[in-house]
């Protein structure tokens, strides 16, 4: 939808301001001197003495291959940006315990280079060492060999992880010290820990933990300053530690923008900043993470719009923001199966410059005309040392600030917050729900009643006060929310009287307040309440929705001037309105701030202008040309270099294989792990296995070396690693026969293939564990006996993507739909050529829009390689959709969009440029499975890419 220009309407005459591109920009970037000093103020952070506005985008050097960091930077300073921010991966330098004081420095983990060739084009480096980091990264970028150093907690206050912790961050401080800003290099500040909001998920409240972290780091060097995000309590008390304030680090926020003063702590908002001035007077105000967000396998693909965003950019600086991070600039790659459990091998690809390195247009263009506007006014914005008030400017509208109830898509299953409803969906009542009690209904996002004798269709919400006419009260055989007081009666044959109403559901997502009913009729008025969740619940199950709560009206406008540069903000989420400002009126849709100069009334940016751009433009693609037939290698189950055996239970799969440690010595860091027993024979020739693997863990079942016909699997839902999941393999109605005569054998080989998925990133500790935790088998439980376990297949000992001659490969019959499982195929395309690749180009741009990637349509799971890359893990499972938003929701805020409901998340695999050559590309993949869809080869391309898909 086309967004609404701000109108300028002069005393004389009405006239609309044009936006144009500024001629130069006004931000300090780096450059290279003796030294450089870095302080900070309530306003900015500054460098030599200047303030200095800090435009940043997140690159991480491990998702984006080496010799394309270059295009990212110069794609940076295109768009205005002055800062880059990356987290330090541990486990990209520190793979295996051998590493341990000879850490890895080179190829994608040349985080020095890294930071010099950002210096190269101007821009200064924030760097957080975490050094867990979180980030949807394989076990949130700490080694897998922690685990086995006897710790007993992560991120807490136990000695081993203390000793480890400061180490490594030793390690990363003097690797990077030449590279200070005080050094004369480009890196302004430094991070300790990562969202810590007491125990990080690896125990309880640890806030001596947090207090030893900071002060560690600090030992290190004070050279610049130390950043901790994102709880603002934990870090607040940190700085307050002998109760009065003592400066130590500087306390950040991730998130979503919020305009709400006084109901979000854990977002970016006006209610966060005026915590951090309170607790922490001085403090500029930083925003590590703008958050797009990540793809997950079997979840369709969530953007963001590009206009919201850029409203809550703009409203932060508005409100005096002195640093701005996208979360992520380019999310990139997690090449080689790096990804933190169920996150796709693409990393963040709505963003502004896309995992295939490609600007995305046309958000692009839009970010890069706000931040070079934002880039022209800096100088003004942080010339005062303090913040000018933000000041309520008369609107033309006259609606209270209140709200809406419908029913939603429960929000529990949101992965930012497993386990919680958001806000807009929390009900307290005021007193305990029982029978015989009377209670009002609070929303915990609004701090407002659901009114029983308001309108019936939205219900609406209203101030809470301690009237009866606010009560309901609770009838558990019926499962009605019922009011106390009553209100004529709506059905038609009850006209004159008086009814009490109750919670209605109208239609399938339609919720309004209509006639109690007799329990025999009164199916669409049960709801229950969920006293752990506080929740008000219609439904079971993926039927399920939940009472929620909806802001209008009343959002306000204000101004907030900085000399002759001014942001006029209109945070109503549905109304437009007209602003009287130094004789001047101006029209602010919904949503919308202008930035405009008082002095002339000219608009140098809105946020108005901004079209819905969810659909993107057409993907202009040209197809490489496939110089060989396929061929396959079948490998056999169960085979593999390296065996185990274990007399009573399986053992825990990454002790075995390493996980991503298991590079040590050469060894190929590998997904799967193959657990076989025996089992006793079915006279019947039918198996049903059901079987618990540890989180994120996927299970295939094989009797007798034949796959089980029918297969029930699912990934778990938790960011955890501890929590093991129910995943069945179920047969089919005919008997399944082996290649023996099932009758006249008395046992049978149960084969497990277990697919580790990657490591989650939440949750991490010692506990956390991949690989199979029990099975039964037509119903006898075989988890105690003695397990053999194999590893590291035919293909994988000789890495046949770059030794393809290491084994026989035979021709592939029928574009491979046979749909057999664990077998690779190989062929080699040669790129368009320069004639062709030209032919897409719109522009001459620099760097060209023009990207390669591999189109794995036709194919089901797996892993694929160009070239002896590995690209990653692959998986073309339908994304599903579920609710109008998608999660994660923030106060009942759409934040989020579906898109591609039903689609695979992903189709494209990037391939970096580098990686290629003329002709000749030789293109191996592995398909561990075809139970998505049948299998067709002739679906499969290597294709260049000319705008974002």
Not at 564 to 577: E, I, Q, Y
Not at 847 to 855: D, G, K, T
Not at 897 to 904: A, L, N, S, T, V
Not at 921 to 947: C, G, H, W, Y
Request: with cysteine; hydrophobic share 35%; glycine share 8%.
């Amino acid at each position: 939808m086309l967004r609404f220009w701000v109108v300028v309407l002069a005393i004389a005459e009405a006239h609309c301001a044009a936006l144009t591109a500024p001629e130069s920009n006004g931000l300090l970037y780096y450059t290279p001197a003796a030294k450089h000093t870095v302080s900070f103020t309530e306003r900015a952070l500054v460098i030599d003495g200047t303030p200095a506005l800090m435009l940043s985008g997140a690159v991480h050097y491990t998702r984006v291959h080496e010799e394309e960091w270059e295009r990212v930077f110069e794609l940076a300073v295109e768009m205005g940006l002055n800062c880059i921010q990356t987290y330090v991966f541990w486990n990209a330098h520190e793979t295996s315990m051998s590493q341990v004081g000879n850490a890895t420095w080179d190829g994608r983990a040349n985080l020095p280079r890294f930071i010099s060739l950002a210096a190269a084009h101007g821009l200064w480096i924030d760097v957080r060492i975490g050094p867990y980091i979180c980030g949807e990264y394989y076990f949130g970028g700490i080694p897998t060999w922690v685990r086995e150093t006897g710790a007993e907690c992560f991120r807490c206050s136990d000695p081993v992880w203390e000793r480890e912790m400061a180490r490594w961050v030793g390690v990363v401080v003097d690797k990077i010290r030449p590279q200070l800003a005080t050094a004369g290099g480009n890196v302004i500040l430094l991070q300790i820990e990562n969202e810590y909001s007491g125990g990080g998920g690896s125990g309880g409240s640890d806030q001596d933990y947090l207090d030893w972290s900071v002060d560690m780091g600090r030992s290190l060097t004070t050279d610049v300053p130390w950043i901790l995000c994102h709880d603002i309590f934990p870090c607040t008390a940190v700085n307050n530690k002998t109760g009065v304030y003592d400066y130590k680090a500087i306390c950040t926020i991730n998130g979503f923008w919020m305009d709400e003063f006084d109901k979000e702590t854990y977002q970016p908002s006006p209610k966060w900043h005026a915590d951090l001035q309170s607790g922490n007077p001085g403090q500029p105000w930083i925003w590590t993470e703008d958050q797009g967000w990540f793809d997950q396998w079997g979840v369709a693909k969530r953007v963001r719009d590009s206009g919201d965003q850029l409203y809550g950019i703009a409203r932060f600086f508005a409100r005096g923001g002195a640093y701005h991070n996208f979360y992520m600039l380019t999310g990139g790659n997690n090449y080689g199966k790096l990804s933190g459990g169920v996150v796709a091998t693409a990393y963040a690809p709505d963003t502004v410059i896309d995992s295939l390195l490609l600007r995305h247009q046309p958000r692009f263009d839009y970010y890069s005309r706000f931040f070079h506007a934002i880039a022209n006014v800096s100088a003004e914005l942080v010339a005062s040392a303090a913040i000018p008030p933000s000041i309520p400017l008369p609107t033309g509208n006259s609606s209270a600030s209140g709200g809406t109830v419908s029913v939603g898509h429960c929000t529990d299953d949101d992965p930012s917050h497993v386990g919680v409803l958001d806000a807009s969906q929390q009900w307290h009542p005021t007193s305990h729900i029982a029978p015989g009690t009377t209670f009002a209904l609070s929303n915990a996002y609004l701090d407002l009643c659901l009114d029983p004798l308001g309108p019936t269709n939205p219900p609406a919400l209203k101030k809470c006060d301690s009237t009866t006419s606010l009560e309901w009260s609770y009838d558990q055989a019926t499962q009605q929310f019922q009011s106390v007081s009553t209100r004529p009666c709506q059905v038609p044959a009850s006209k004159g009287q008086q009814c009490h109403v109750c919670l209605d559901l109208a239609g399938p997502s339609s919720l309004d307040l209509w006639d109690c009913k007799n329990q025999s009729s009164a199916a669409n008025q049960e709801f229950s309440y969920d006293s752990k969740l506080f929740g008000v619940i219609s439904g079971k199950g993926s039927s399920r929705q939940c009472l929620t709560a909806t802001a209008t009206g009343g959002g306000g406008a204000e101004v907030t001037v900085y000399g002759n540069v001014a942001f006029l903000s209109n945070m109503d989420d549905s109304a437009g309105t007209s602003v009287m400002f130094k004789e001047r009126t101006y029209f602010l849709p919904n949503h919308t701030v202008a930035i405009i100069r008082p002095s002339s009334g000219e608009v140098i940016f809105n946020s108005s202008e901004v079209v819905d751009d969810e659909a993107g433009l057409p993907m202009l693609t040209t197809e490489a040309t496939q110089t060989s037939v396929w061929v396959q290698f079948q490998e056999a189950p169960a085979v593999g270099s390296k065996t185990s055996t274990s007399s009573n239970g399986p053992t825990e799969q990454l002790h075995l294989t390493g996980g991503q440690a298991g590079v040590q010595a050469g060894e190929y860091f590998t997904d799967y792990l193959w657990y076989t027993s025996s089992i006793p024979a079915s006279p019947t020739g039918q198996y049903t296995v059901h079987a618990q693997a540890a989180g994120g863990t996927m299970l295939y079942f094989y009797v007798d070396g034949k796959l089980l016909p029918a297969q029930q699997q699912a990934l778990t839902p938790s960011t955890s690693n501890v929590n093991p999941i129910e995943v069945y393999s179920a047969q089919t109605a005919r008997p399944f026969t082996s290649s023996s005569d099932t009758k006249t054998k008395s046992t049978a080989t149960l084969q497990i293939l277990s697919v580790a998925m990657g490591l989650y990133n939440g949750g991490v500790g010692p506990k956390s564990t991949k690989g199979l935790v029990s099975a039964k088998v037509n119903g006898i439980d075989i988890t105690e006996n003695a397990w053999k376990h194999t590893w590291l297949s035919q293909a994988e000992t000789n890495e046949v993507w770059s030794n393809p001659n290491a084994v026989s490969w035979t021709p592939v019959s029928g574009n491979g739909n046979d749909n057999t499982s664990l077998i690779w195929y190989k062929t080699t395309y040669d790129l368009p050529s320069q004639t062709a690749s030209r032919a897409n180009l719109t522009d001459t741009q620099s760097p060209p829009q023009l990207a390669y990637a591999l189109s794995l349509v036709g194919t089901n799971k797996g892993v694929a390689f160009v070239n002896g890359f590995e690209l990653g893990r692959y998986w073309l499972v339908p994304g599903t959709c579920s609710g109008e938003c998608a999660p994660p929701i923030k106060s009942g805020h759409c934040y989020m969009h579906w898109r591609d409901c039903g689609e695979p998340t992903q189709t494209l695999y990037h391939i970096p440029t580098p990686v290629l050559k003329p002709t000749g590309n030789v293109v191996v993949i592995f398909e561990e499975t075809a139970t998505v869809a049948p299998r067709d080869l002739s679906k499969v391309k290597l294709v260049q890419v000319t705008s974002h898909p």
